[in-house]
């Protein structure tokens, strides 16, 4: 007999580009979970917000907490307006948007008061997925792979542009995953200084050349060496990485040119063995990034239907949701690090 239930599943990435929402049904059969996307948006965010969530990290502790409640009540009424004329999914999966990530001191904030969203919609939310496992010694992150693992098993490799670049894969029997390099957050830095939200078509890029001694530079950040599990956050990007692009007398579309190679050599490097690679987020629509990356890596690159590509994080936060809502394991040690297999998230009814 199968099991089926709908959730909604939200997400807010490190690029600022608005909030994923999407609508999803799961199945469980004898054969497996299997999923479909009923309805899918992304509400962007507007200049006024993408200013607050860019200064958060400055904030005092009483501004956090505010902007921890407004974040969720703007939270609320995106979903509202989302669900309406909709059936009303069983139960909200929101990762909220990360300010703090720095694991090793052992904390991770997510704008978003779970139990303010469960009270502006009605509906049971789940939230603060990244706790539990930072709690066990973990990087708190990622969390997408075990829904790779279940959801997307066709693949040998699953690689996520967003604001940073992540991967999944299966290896002796063990899932591996970790935060490759910054992608879409870096690229959109210096698009903005152009005043462009992104580097539409490459054209940026493309008017500019590689420069050896930046990408010997960057190729050598000490991140890099480091062995998985590991992850990045913006702390590492503002220490560590944009210092490099600021004290660099290059052009932009050099810099940028540059950039490009960068992530493209990172993500190579990643890949050890030959496979079918998924590549989702939004660096999927960037054609000369897509370009480099296939030139750089042994997989065979696959692009899905934009449904995917857009929404894939979301759909799987809104299994981490079901997963929770079923008190089963949504988060792998062997991705993070973490003392033992866990089920982060934290359950609000309404």
């Not at 200049?47 to 956090?64: D, F, G, N, P």
């Not at 009270?119 to 539990?132: L, Q």
């Not at 290896?171 to 903005?192: C, H, M, S, T, W």
């Amino acid at each position: 007999m199968k099991e089926s239930i709908t959730a909604l599943g939200l997400m807010s990435g490190t690029s600022l580009d608005g909030i994923d929402l999407a609508l999803c049904r799961f199945e469980l059969s004898k054969s497996g979970w299997s999923f479909v996307i009923e309805a899918a948006d992304t509400v962007p965010y507007s200049a006024e917000w993408q200013k607050k969530l860019r200064e958060a990290e400055k904030s005092t502790a009483q501004e956090i907490l505010l902007l921890h409640n407004e974040y969720a009540r703007y939270t609320g009424e995106v979903i509202n307006r989302f669900l309406q004329g909709k059936t009303a999914p069983e139960l909200i999966a929101s990762h909220g948007h990360t300010i703090f990530h720095q694991p090793e001191k052992q904390f991770t904030f997510q704008l978003g008061n779970g139990t303010i969203i469960a009270a502006e919609t009605g509906i049971k939310t789940i939230a603060d997925f990244r706790n539990m496992d930072v709690a066990l010694g973990g990087q708190g992150a990622p969390l997408v792979p075990v829904g790779d693992l279940i959801l997307f098993s066709d693949y040998e490799y699953c690689l996520n542009l967003g604001g940073f670049a992540n991967i999944s894969y299966e290896e002796k029997g063990q899932r591996i995953a970790f935060d490759i390099g910054p992608a879409n957050i870096v690229l959109n830095y210096l698009a903005q200084q152009k005043g462009q939200e992104y580097d539409m078509d490459s054209l940026i890029a493309k008017s500019g050349q590689v420069d050896n001694a930046l990408l010997n530079e960057l190729n050598n950040l000490p991140f890099y060496a480091e062995k998985p599990p590991k992850s990045l956050g913006k702390e590492w990007l503002d220490g560590q990485l944009i210092p490099l692009l600021t004290k660099s007398s290059l052009s932009l579309p050099d810099q940028m040119r540059t950039l490009y190679e960068h992530v493209a050599i990172q993500i190579g490097q990643a890949i050890r063995h030959p496979g079918k690679m998924l590549v989702t987020g939004g660096g999927a629509h960037n054609p000369l990034l897509m370009n480099r990356i296939a030139a750089c890596s042994k997989a065979e690159v696959i692009i899905p239907e934009k449904e995917i590509i857009d929404f894939k994080e979301a759909l799987i936060f809104a299994f981490l949701g079901v997963l929770a809502n079923r008190q089963e394991i949504n988060c792998l040690s062997a991705v993070t690090g973490a003392s033992r297999d866990n089920t982060g998230g934290t359950i609000h009814l309404p």
